[in-house]
């Protein structure tokens, strides 16, 4: 009994912060429709900034004014990067807005380590709160108590404030209809700054008001964003009331899983998730979207053309540089140019269903990961001979698409990208929590190519041999009927129906090509690095192929292999200064602003500017 | 006359609030029948009742004796019912020709082929309901520059691609210039006299509906108040009456 | 008071509007009349911004309010009431209303709620309740109500007796006449002649996206041709 009644109270106590970093997010999105991919990293900020505010203000009153400035740092912070970025993409497609606020996650992770270091810093404990109180026979920390205070506190405040004042009815209307808001004389600009104000502060509170439980680190930006993900989605897109019963439902559940089921605490929020979303699709207090917007990443209004002359011969002549790389270049060079195809694959397998079929994917990882492992595994428990092993990659890959995509699919644009996250989070509790298996944080080693192929020139051509056919064979899918109904139904998917088009196989059937290919790409990853670890599903390893796209360019079918080409070589260059992750995301939010084309469509335009000149 | 559609007492709430009642019609086969009515009178949830968008909570329409309640929009597609969209659709990232080629490659159960190239499947077939439509001389520029005129023109083809021996049209000229408007309309009443394709459409254009529907049913508040030939409901003092053109006489305030 | 020049609006690759051409003086009280989808509510959303005109001007008080901001049209004390209505449907009447809320206006009354629940009875009685629990004609009070509350000096009614009982049409005629003795100058847009022409004296016809007829409704009724061809069915 005594345990029991801890144990909860533990959950309830955890169930704070999630719920202030929930609250925030669900209440940007019911205002201004971003999904604040960021949204973790102000968590973080404000666990640091609390821990320097508390250099200077000490006793139990500091401790809480402490938090509040903290909260009001942040806040001000994300009220700061509303106006210089996201203000200006309110009318962007989604996939812009989301690429743009991993920008932000990569500056803020850099920022974070210039200005506090890369120790973790230990939390103070808070003081008059730092002892435990009996209870039942169990002691119970002061602090959680006063955690289970705050969150129904900041619940009732966020109530009162959305329902006495002015400024929260004005949110309410706007979370509605904001054309009509505005055109009631009500200025939108300012209610969208006032609404990411308060979001990002309610995110730097939750982060500061952890710090005695669990310090500050450079882990809790991503850490966070899964459960609070899963949490928005349980609760209801844009419902706070939602968000607060799904925290403490996950927290409950994620600490009696401590108690009975040690090894699947992770996964199993997952699984209230999934079971949630089953009965009820939209959250327990969500509501379906009356309209589907535009396709997430938007229409190119150029068709789909054959490469001309020159682009073809730029192709030969990069194949035919790729041929003679281990001629002239240098061992170095092979590893990198290995990593550019493996990443080119992976890249190409998200731009097929993201690009021609509009479904973004935030947890691509899973299917590269899935493949990776899947090899790894067949190699370490069943001796399996690397070239069934990298038939296995992909078939790993194809299914799990197919299993995600089966319950993904149901939900369109945003609540597609985060179930598709929360999916890859799932993988990776696996990887990681599984330990007699997947070797958890050890990952698997050993898995090295067969004898024939251990030579690195040899692996060289055998992953251009297998990337490159791959990557050839998605080209030759767009171009097939395939690819065109594909198209269709993300130009406009009620004329696709009323055309004969099966709407939902030729997603699913997508997503089953992409998973295939990234799993392959898993595959061949694999053996190139000779070990996989929990890494290759993480939320970073999504991003990246995310970033990939993006920095090709969304519509050109090549833009893979440019966007992998920067990537690495960007990362290789950069990874030797200092602050790379902050260079790179001002890069990505450049681009996102200035040239939203990527690399490869900039170049083409200029190419054609040039030629029709 | 055999009827190609049968509608029965199709009927469709909203919360209580009747958007369509008791609607039953026959549609006799080669007819043009117009839908009309004020806004709200329930012609878009008819439309999409018969298309499988909406399920409606009772009644049924027989389309060749086969009953459309609870189908899927693709199955009744499938049947051989063709559709256009008051707000015009089409595959915008595509050219002219691969718009209709993709429904074309639809029709002959190509959506899943991975193997071929799909810009030379059906070209031939394309650019001649390209012709028919008057819209061959663009079949290579790309759907997104199109006039609007021409996408409603394109949409049409890509629905007759499909072959469809019904075509539901929704506010076929909605947008469009007066003059074009009756352009679209001569081509469309063309094209299914010569392919005997029945039509049933809703229209604003009272110009458009008097001079290309063959009859005329007229919905008020989910009812329909008349039905009959375009002479017949224009004299109709019940239509006149809900339908603006009360002049001074017979206002229901 | 009000004036619109030579606009010409889209929607999407639509043409809708045509050179829409015409004005509205203070105090008046001006009909947009028309068939479904001849134009009627693009005219209002155009002068409102919330379609922007390719080309022309709005003139509002002598001031250009083409491409402003439709937050900063609806601040100089133009006040719109929607055809879909758009009440937000998870507020209460009373939150709806503090939506529209706007400062007061020399040379105009200050609308309060007290005084909007006096003219609209029914929606006192319901203040506590949520807007998606109203009837049809009292979510058209309410939109109404709730522009009032920003105190405008030109309202813009798209299509008020639409979809109400007739009892209620009543009510609304003798509201708008009310507004109008305060001195509100209205535009409304209308498919109901009758209704139009009891509270509004002047008549402008509009067919197509072409303003076809501009004057009295006696002279509207005189022209033979122009009721033939635009009104009749």
């Known amino acids: 009994m005594g345990l029991l009644v801890a144990q909860l109270l533990a959950g309830l106590a955890n169930a704070a912060a999630l719920f202030l970093v929930a609250s925030g997010l669900s209440l940007i999105f019911g205002v201004t429709r971003i999904v604040n991919f960021a949204h973790g990293s102000l968590y973080m900020l404000g666990a640091y900034c609390g821990y320097t505010a508390l250099q200077y203000l000490t006793g139990p009153l500091g401790f809480w004014a402490a938090a509040l400035a903290a909260a009001v740092a942040v806040g001000l912070f994300g009220l700061l990067v509303e106006c210089l970025i996201l203000r200006r993409l309110y009318k962007a497609p989604e996939l812009f807005q989301l690429v743009a606020t991993f920008g932000v996650v990569l500056v803020v992770q850099d920022l974070t380590l210039m200005l506090w270091g890369a120790e973790d810093l230990l939390g103070p404990r808070a003081p008059g709160l730092d002892r435990a109180v009996m209870l039942f026979g169990q002691p119970v920390p002061e602090y959680d108590l006063a955690l289970i205070a705050v969150a129904p506190l900041v619940l009732l405040g966020l109530w009162l404030l959305m329902t006495k004042t002015r400024a929260g009815i004005l949110i309410r209307a706007a979370t509605q209809d904001r054309e009509m808001v505005g055109a009631l004389g009500i200025n939108q600009s300012l209610l969208f700054s006032g609404v990411f104000f308060l979001g990002a502060a309610l995110a730097g509170l939750g982060g500061a008001l952890q710090l005695p439980k669990g310090g500050a680190d450079l882990t809790l930006d991503l850490g966070i964003l899964a459960p609070a993900f899963v949490v928005v989605v349980i609760g209801g897109m844009g419902s706070i009331g939602g968000a607060f019963v799904a925290a403490v439902l996950i927290s409950v559940v994620n600490v009696f899983g401590v108690l009975y089921l040690p090894e699947s605490t992770l996964v199993l929020m997952y699984v209230v998730m999934a079971v949630v979303l089953l009965v009820r699709p939209h959250g327990l207090f969500g509501r379906a979207e009356l309209q589907a917007g535009p396709p997430a990443a938007g229409i190119p209004d150029r068709p789909l053309a054959p490469l001309g002359p020159r682009w073809r011969t730029a192709a030969l002549a990069l194949i035919g540089l790729l041929a003679v790389l281990p001629l002239i270049g240098s061992d170095f060079a092979l590893v990198l140019a290995t990593d550019i195809v493996v990443l080119a694959l992976f890249a190409a397998s998200l731009h097929f269903m993201l690009s021609l079929g509009g479904l973004i994917s935030f947890g691509h990882a899973a299917l590269f990961g899935g493949g990776a492992y899947a090899a790894a595994l067949a190699v370490t428990y069943a001796e399996t001979p690397m070239e069934l092993a990298l038939l296995l990659a992909p078939l790993a890959g194809g299914w799990l698409a197919f299993a995600i995509g089966w319950f993904c699919l149901r939900l369109t644009g945003v609540y597609f990208a985060m179930l598709t996250l929360a999916f890859a989070q799932l993988l990776w509790s696996l990887a990681f929590q599984w330990t007699e298996v997947t070797g958890g944080d050890d990952g698997l080693i050993g898995i090295w190519p067969a004898a024939w192929a251990s030579d690195g020139t040899v692996y060289y051509y055998l992953t251009i041999v297998l990337g490159g056919g791959a990557i050839l064979m998605l080209r030759h899918l767009a171009h097939s009927p395939f690819g065109y109904a594909l198209r269709a139904a993300r130009d406009s998917e009620k004329r696709a129906r009323v055309s004969g088009i099966r709407v939902d196989r030729v997603r699913l059937a997508a997503m089953v090509v992409s998973g295939t290919m990234a799993g392959l790409a898993g595959g061949l990853f694999v053996f190139s690095k000779g070990s996989v670890f929990p890494s290759a599903l993480e939320i970073a390893r999504s991003f990246d192929a995310l970033i990939m796209v993006f920095l090709g360019g969304v519509d050109a079918l090549g833009g893979p292999l440019v966007g992998a080409a920067a990537l690495t070589l960007l990362q290789d260059w950069l990874s030797r200064l200092e602050s790379w992750r902050l260079l790179l995301g001002l890069a990505v939010i450049a681009i996102v602003l200035l040239a939203p084309t990527g690399i490869a469509g900039f170049a083409g335009r200029l190419l054609r500017r040039r030629e029709a000149s | ?253 | 008071m009000l004036e619109v020049a030579a606009v010409n609006s889209f929607y999407g690759k639509a043409h809708i509007l045509f050179d829409v051409s015409f004005s509205v003086g203070k105090g008046e009280a001006v009909a947009l009349l028309g068939r479904n989808g001849a134009g009627k509510s693009t005219v209002l959303k155009s002068i409102l911004q919330l379609v922007r005109p390719e080309s022309g001007k709005v003139l509002f008080e002598g001031r250009d309010i083409t491409r402003l901001p439709p937050h900063r049209i609806a601040r100089l004390g133009l006040g719109y009431v929607p055809e879909e209505r758009r009440i937000f449907a998870d507020l209460t009447v009373s939150e709806n209303l503090e939506v529209g809320r706007q400062p007061a206006r020399t040379g105009l009354p200050l609308w309060t709620p007290e005084r909007l629940f006096e003219l609209f009875p029914n929606l006192a009685e319901r203040r506590n309740a949520l807007g998606g629990t109203l009837s049809g004609g009292e979510q058209q009070m309410l939109t109404i109500a709730r522009t009032l509350m920003g105190n405008p000096r030109l309202l813009l009614l798209d299509e008020p007796s639409e979809g109400i009982a007739p009892v209620i049409v009543e009510q609304m005629a003798r509201t708008i006449r009310a507004l109008k003795d305060a001195g509100v100058t209205v535009l409304l847009s209308e498919q109901n002649l009758r209704f139009a022409r009891t509270v509004a004296e002047r008549a402008l016809i509009i067919d197509s996206g072409h303003i076809r007829f501009d004057g009295s409704f006696v002279d509207l009724e005189a022209d033979a041709e122009i009721s033939a061809s635009y009104l009749a069915v």
Not at chain 2, 66 to 89: H, K, N
Not at chain 2, 142 to 160: H, M, N, T
Not at chain 2, 173 to 192: F, K, N, W
Not at chain 2, 200 to 219: N, P, Q, S, Y
């Open chain 2, 1 to 253: 006359m055999n009827a190609v559609l049968e509608v029965r007492g199709l009927s469709k709430a909203f919360g209580g609030v009747h958007a369509v009642e008791d609607l039953g019609f026959d549609l006799r086969a080669g007819e043009r029948l117009a839908l009309i009515g004020p806004n709200g009178a329930g012609k878009s949830t008819s439309f999409q009742m018969l298309m499988g968008e909406l399920r409606p909570d009772a009644g049924t329409a027989c389309f060749e004796g086969v009953d459309l309640v609870g189908m899927e929009p693709r199955e009744i597609w499938a049947l051989g019912v063709g559709r256009t969209f008051q707000i015009t659709s089409v595959f915008a990232s595509m050219t002219v020709a691969e718009n209709v080629q993709t429904a074309l490659q639809a029709r002959n159960g190509q959506s899943f082929d991975p193997f071929r190239r799909a810009r030379a499947l059906h070209r031939d077939e394309a650019i001649s309901l390209l012709e028919r439509v008057g819209m061959a001389e663009q079949a290579d520029r790309p759907a997104s520059v199109l006039a609007y005129g021409d996408v409603k023109r394109l949409e049409f083809a890509i629905a007759l691609a499909g072959e469809p021996r019904l075509l539901l049209m929704d506010e076929p000229t909605a947008g469009m210039a007066p003059r074009e408007r009756h352009a679209l309309m001569d081509l469309v009443s063309g094209i299914v006299a010569e392919r005997g394709i029945s039509v049933l459409f809703t229209e604003h254009d009272m110009d458009v509906v008097f001079g290309h529907a063959d009859r005329i049913m007229v919905l008020d508040r989910g009812r329909l108040i008349a039905d009959g030939t375009p002479d017949a409901v224009r004299a109709d003092a019940k239509v006149r009456s809900v339908y603006l053109g009360s002049g001074a006489e017979t206002g229901h305030a």
